[in-house]
């Protein structure tokens, strides 16, 4: 019952998942913010895709470059493209630094801290620097760096490397921020393409400004996608990769047993050096758990201000019920030799949609030895929801319970069937539920089938 319990478990971490790319252009329901629940779209091949939160997408674009896989749960979307949000420090936004009010004897540290592929020019009284966003940050240090070393009488730097080598960085900095205030520096202010201008800042405050961190979106714009591909769970490869996995268990457990027995046997005077040899051995040969993120080539891009307010792709209620749903169902079984009937109130949370832990409570009515006797038992449930089709509406949900209570001291049950869901309604069919009961006037059980069903509706 353990071994069942912890295959429960496991299958549940190790779901199968299937990846497949939308078809034709991309589905007006992806562009849609404010789905209450999952979705199905139509794929190049003959079977439909679930979008749901616990989906993952990316996109690709003309030239053929994938983007990095983004969670679905995160997904915002308007009618530019889809976002994610980012946390990012401002100098990163910056396309641009726009200098005013620095002392002309300074001005020529601009020109020698510039890297190669970046430009200055120069707008009256205002130095404006332009270049790749990868270099606009470093280049505002070097060039604070530069001033500060200017500023304490030494000679500026001739080049960004020659500036973060020097010895004399830390206190050049601390005296041109906290004893000059900053003061040399003028008043800067980063430009963005896509987000604009931030608000003027002096002195001592240009530091927190080019490192100040905060959320912002990033993405695709639809009009640059030409495929999409989503990921999600497979019910039925998963179905079909836990009854391989339970064959070869039950192929396979018997001699094991055997093998286990004769190592106890035969070991129970030896040192133990064998099983010292195995500690400290790395998981996977590398230590590492395969866990890491494949980035993709196509780089996301910053949301323009028109899409800052870009909603989730998914509801609230939506996004929490994909990580922990509450279930509550009325069931009703019989025994196959009519003697044995049982009804109750089961409620269960079902956790990433696939996991369901769950009791209750349950009347059972027996009839052995002439005599009918009425009991009432705690119920105890774990068991897997496997989504059988793209639109969620049928499922595969197996498992097992455990009860007991009044006259009963024993009652393990192994349900399966299939699940039909409308909306939060759901009902479930159990047509031969493998049963062992235990009654606590006897010193065995019996083994039978149960056939019956739940009616159930979801929170």
């Known amino acids: 019952m353990r071994a069942f319990c912890l295959c429960l478990v496991l299958s549940s971490l190790t779901a199968c998942q299937v990846t497949r790319t939308v078809a034709g ?88 801290t510039r890297p190669l592929v970046a430009t200055v020019t120069r707008d009256g009284g205002t130095w404006i620097l332009t270049g790749p966003r990868s270099e606009m940050v470093t280049w505002a240090h070097a060039l604070e760096l530069a001033i500060a070393h200017r500023v304490r009488g030494e000679q500026p730097c001739a080049t960004i490397d020659v500036c973060t080598r020097s010895q004399q960085d830390s206190s050049a900095l601390y005296h041109l921020r906290v004893t000059r205030r900053g003061d040399p520096l003028g008043t800067w202010q980063l430009v963005s393409k896509e987000q604009g201008r931030s608000a003027p800042v002096t002195g001592h405050r240009i530091d927190k400004l080019l490192n100040d961190q905060h959320e912002t979106l990033v993405g695709y714009d639809w009009n640059a996608i030409t495929d999409v591909q989503i990921k999600n769970v497979s019910g039925p490869r998963t179905l079909a990769a836990v009854l391989g996995t339970s064959a070869v268990a039950v192929v396979f457990l018997p001699v094991a047993l055997v093998l286990r027995a004769g190592s106890t046997s035969s070991g129970s005077g030896s040192s133990g050096s064998s099983g010292a040899s195995g500690a400290g051995r790395p998981l996977s040969g590398g230590g590492e758990l395969g866990l890491t993120r494949t980035k993709g080539e196509w780089e996301p891009r910053l949301a323009s201000h028109a ?142 089938f149960n056939i019956g069903g739940e009616v159930g509706l979801s929170f």
């Not at 949370?349 to 052995?368: A, D, K, N, P």
């Open 307 to 448: 899409s800052l307010d870009a909603r989730p792709l998914f509801t609230t209620g939506a996004r929490v019920r994909s990580i922990i749903r509450v279930t509550a169902a009325v069931d009703a079984t019989a025994a196959t030799n009519a003697d044995f009937f049982a009804s109750g109130v089961i409620a269960r949370v079902r956790i990433m949609e696939m996991l369901e832990i769950g009791g209750g409570v349950r009347q059972s009515f027996t009839h052995i030895d002439s005599t009918t006797r009425r009991s009432t038992s705690a119920v105890f449930q774990l068991g897997l929801h496997l989504p059988l089709d793209a639109s969620g509406h049928v499922a595969f949900a197996f498992g097992v319970e455990n009860g007991s209570g009044g006259a009963i001291a024993r009652d393990v049950r192994l349900p399966w069937g299939p699940r039909f869901q409308s909306g939060r309604w759901l009902v479930s069919l159990q047509p031969a539920t493998p049963s062992y009961l235990r009654m606590n006037n006897v010193d065995k059980g019996r083994w039978s």
């Open 25 to 112: 252009q991309v589905s007006p329901q992806l562009r849609t913010a404010g789905h209450s629940q999952g979705f199905a779209v139509s794929t190049t091949s003959i079977w439909r895709q679930r979008m749901d939160p616990a989906a993952t997408v990316r996109f690709r674009a003309s030239d053929g470059r994938w983007g990095d896989w983004l969670s679905a749960f995160d997904l915002r979307v308007d009618e530019h493209g889809a976002w994610v949000k980012r946390t990012v420090s401002n100098g990163e936004l910056a396309d641009e630094i726009r200098i005013t009010g620095l002392a002309e004897d300074l001005s020529d540290t601009i020109e020698k």
